[in-house]
């Protein structure tokens, strides 16, 4: 999208850590202003469970509530992917969530492409039922019209200390790669249309219809960073902050800690896992029959304090029914994936997780052994790193949140190298595989070499191999061409519906010795 507009007081961050986002102070007198506090958590993903790389829910409870002692007048509100996304949110299909939402008084929730996850009736029935959801853009296919269980916005009302009334509107927004970040099935009867138009849509109609609304906010799940021109990675929500009458957008799905002002609307993003807290302050002044709010502070807060006491007893709990303190394997050093740091290379965890394919392949199916077996995962489907130390159940199952099922395909090496090639270009991150040693020219692979257990293959375009992976990209998620699939299942294999946490859990026991990024079978690079 071309946006003509140039910025207006954009603010640019020596540190978006540490530096508070500043508006002009205005002079005014005391008795007549009013401070509002709205805070943002997004992409919690349900990591209620501190792991040594996230703060926990107790953690982020504690945080919001000591924040929220602060100021008189305070919102809190989420950006979108709340449960969905950890291992221990997994087993208990999303509790305590509720529990969260309740002691930290979350107010609403913009919908993630994960909310969709669990399926339709998991979000109409459950979800909704436990924070109200708002998206102006998701609608019913054909009618455009909202689903009874979604509102495109909601008002908030603050009285202020004059008496008088704050009327707030959230206009919720979700990203339409919803399309290819979940399966399809679970969007069936859904539409998601433009962002940009579906908030002008809210903003200059449906909002006139509500009366006096004293300020616009927008609650998106779509992603911000702090490189990307107006913020906004997602080209068809660019001109956001270029609507009249938006006072600030909160955004998520890109899990960045992002804080800045384009056009003089303040956007904010707070990391992921409750790693952040995202706060924007308003100063309200009534004087003389008039109304003036200005922005006046923006900050992303670290969440780094005690615990609160009844949502560390109720983590506890579950953690002690599932076991997921149990110790699998042992990691000698940190092993990093990261969309921040190796989102385009091959990473350690990625060799694990592939390798644990191929090896339960393998067990299952010993007929396929003197074929070359080759484990894939799409990057964004392999969640977090691995500490150095003990790695537990839950470490482990965060790696491996989604659980999906196993699955096996006939391939032979001229598929595999347009497999291959499709995941070194994909965009969101490469293909992660294992056993391989790949030779290069420029983006093309000429040579593919297969090694394991002192089997070694050169793979050549009529070369029969097996790829076993789980099944998110078969289908076309992530953009992976769903043709080199369709029509080539092993039966045998996919019908035993082994998980792929599962499956995960059980290679990381038989390892014995303490795991390196240099003893993982990432693949070698030879040009």
Request: aromatic fraction near 8%; proline fraction near 5%.
């Amino acid at each position: 999208m071309g946006l003509k507009k140039q910025f207006v007081s954009a603010i640019l961050l020596s540190s978006i850590l540490a530096v508070p986002l500043l508006a002009q102070d205005i002079v005014t007198p005391p008795n007549s202003i009013d401070t509002l506090a709205i805070f943002s958590f997004n992409d919690f993903h349900g990591a209620f469970a501190p792991d040594g790389l996230t703060p926990g829910a107790a953690r982020l409870v504690q945080m919001t509530q000591n924040e929220k002692q602060r100021y008189p007048h305070t919102i809190v509100v989420s950006g979108g992917d709340n449960f969905s996304g950890s291992y221990f949110s997994k087993i208990t299909r999303g509790e305590p969530i509720k529990k969260m939402y309740e002691a930290m008084s979350v107010e609403m929730s913009a919908i993630g492409n994960h909310e969709f996850d669990w399926g339709l009736p998991y979000l109409t029935d459950t979800a909704a039922q436990n924070i109200p959801l708002v998206a102006a853009n998701i609608t019913e296919k054909m009618k455009y019209t909202h689903p009874d269980w979604l509102s495109p916005y909601r008002i908030v009302e603050r009285k202020l200390k004059n008496g008088s009334s704050l009327r707030i509107a959230f206009i919720g927004l979700t990203t339409t790669d919803t399309y290819v970040k979940t399966k399809p099935q679970n969007l069936q009867g859904l539409q998601f249309t433009h962002p940009l138009g579906a908030a002008c849509i809210q903003t200059v109609y449906q909002l006139k219809k509500e009366g006096k609304i004293d300020m616009v906010i927008l609650l998106t799940h779509i992603g911000t960073n702090m490189k990307t021109p107006y913020r906004i990675i997602e080209e068809n929500a660019q001109g956001l902050p270029f609507i009249d009458r938006i006072d600030a957008i909160i955004s998520a799905h890109s899990h960045e800690v992002v804080l800045d002002k384009i056009n003089n609307v303040p956007i904010i993003q707070a990391g992921v896992n409750g790693s952040h807290i995202g706060k924007l302050l308003f100063q309200i002044q009534d004087f003389n029959g008039q109304r003036n709010i200005s922005f006046i502070q923006g900050d992303t807060l670290r969440v780094a304090c005690e615990e609160n006491p009844e949502m560390k007893e109720a983590v506890k709990k579950i953690m002690d029914t599932y076991r997921l303190n149990e110790k699998l394997a042992t990691a000698k050093e940190v092993l990093i994936h990261d969309h921040t740091i190796n989102k385009f290379d091959y990473t350690p965890i990625g060799a694990l997780v592939t390798t644990s394919y191929a090896k339960r392949f393998l067990q299952e199916m010993p007929n396929y052994k003197n074929l070359p077996v080759i484990g894939v995962n799409h990057y964004g489907g392999i969640r977090t790193s691995l500490p150095k130390g003990d790695i537990t159940r839950l470490r482990a199952g965060n790696i491996l949140p989604f659980g999906s099922a196993i699955v096996a395909y006939h391939f032979d090496g001229k598929r595999l190298k347009k497999l291959l090639e499709d995941g070194r270009k994909n965009p969101n991150g490469f293909l992660q595989s294992s056993d391989l040693t790949l030779t290069l020219n420029g983006d093309k692979i000429e040579k593919i070499v297969y090694t394991r257990d002192g089997l070694k293959i050169e793979i050549k375009d009529d070369t029969p191999c097996v790829v076993t992976l789980d099944a998110f990209i078969t289908d076309g998620g992530d953009g992976y061409d769903a043709s080199l699939f369709k029509g080539y299942e092993i039966p045998e294999f996919c019908d035993l519906g082994i998980i792929t946490t599962d499956a995960f859990m059980d290679y990381l026991k038989g390892i014995k010795k303490p795991i390196t990024v240099e003893s993982t079978h990432m693949p070698v690079i030879s040009k």
